[in-house]
DNA sequence: CCGTATCCGACCGGATACTG
DNA sequence: CAGTATCCGGTCGGATACGG
């Protein structure tokens, strides 16, 4: 989901965030939507998930969460970083030694966070191997339509 | 997340999924990453879940859901659908009629989709207030740093 | 009614180079 | 060590126009 979290303002989703503004949603599910997307948008994006994990198990220094979450440029964990801490999900502890030491923590929210996220992740175990079933059926017919 | 979901790929995600196969992952909490993205990936985008949750509650038509889904393009709504519908997750019945007359269902594994989605959202109804605060918080200090 | 096709702007995220 | 700055491609998504 994404890319468009900033421009978006489409609707209701993005903009509730900013301060405690939430009054648009008419129906009940609406409400629901639109908050499950702020979460689903906060966590968003290739790497945050990644991070949340790591920094849920023990705090992390930058460097450390830069060969862990394998693959992540300096530029996106930086972002990604400043992004977690700003939502309160992480605490960005500096230590002004030389050289240069920071910490992140997970805040007990983020662990929370993570704990529903287990959720989502059993749904998707559960049903792995019928979604691959239903895409390769779908290419299938898709690819080769008259036969 | 999302726009990246082609080229994912990164790390431990994509070998986990073809088939069983899950070995390689050294950690417990990196199989877990790996099997929420995809997830997310799946319901990510803006669209997604708003179709979901008009689906989930009953049987919706092509222009029902035009109209309930308040801010989707034809563009979107359609690609949105067939992304759902590759997955499993909304099932597409065509009445050959004139006019035309579409229905799209959702499934099972959606119904229980939108079960643990609760679950998230719950999540964010009760850290809503602390997340706006540590937003402001995060900007005033962004904002007005030497003040 | 139910889409598809095209154009086009916005943003995410990678690579690379530079700093305190 | 821990970032920041810039460039740049790829994709998402909106607007619009056309077709069955």
Redo the contacts between chains.
């Keep these: 989901?994404?890319?468009?979290n900033s421009a978006?303002t489409?609707?209701v989703?993005a903009r509730a965030?900013?301060?405690?503004v939430e009054g648009t949603a008419s129906d009940d599910?609406?409400r629901?939507?639109c908050?499950?997307?702020?979460?689903?948008e906060?966590?968003?994006?290739?790497w945050a998930?990644?991070i949340l994990?790591e920094c849920?198990?023990a705090t992390r220094r930058f460097t450390e969460l830069e060969r862990s979450v394998?693959?992540?440029s300096r530029r996106m964990l930086t972002l990604t970083l400043r992004n977690l801490?700003?939502?309160?999900l992480l605490v960005r502890t500096v230590y002004p030694t030389v050289p240069p030491k920071v910490e992140y923590t997970a805040t007990p929210?983020a662990v929370?966070?993570y704990e529903?996220?287990?959720?989502?992740?059993?749904?998707?175990?559960?049903?792995?191997?019928?979604?691959?079933?239903?895409?390769s059926e779908?290419?299938r017919k898709a690819t080769a339509p008259t036969a």
Tied chains: 1, 2.
């Design positions: 989901m994404s890319q468009g978006v489409v609707q989703q965030a900013s301060a405690g599910h609406e629901t939507a908050t499950v997307l702020q979460v689903l906060r966590v968003s994006g290739k998930i990644g994990l849920a198990q394998k693959g992540i801490e700003r939502d309160g929210m929370e966070l529903s996220l287990a959720s989502l992740a059993m749904w998707a175990e559960r049903h792995r191997s019928a979604i691959a079933d239903a895409r779908y290419d």
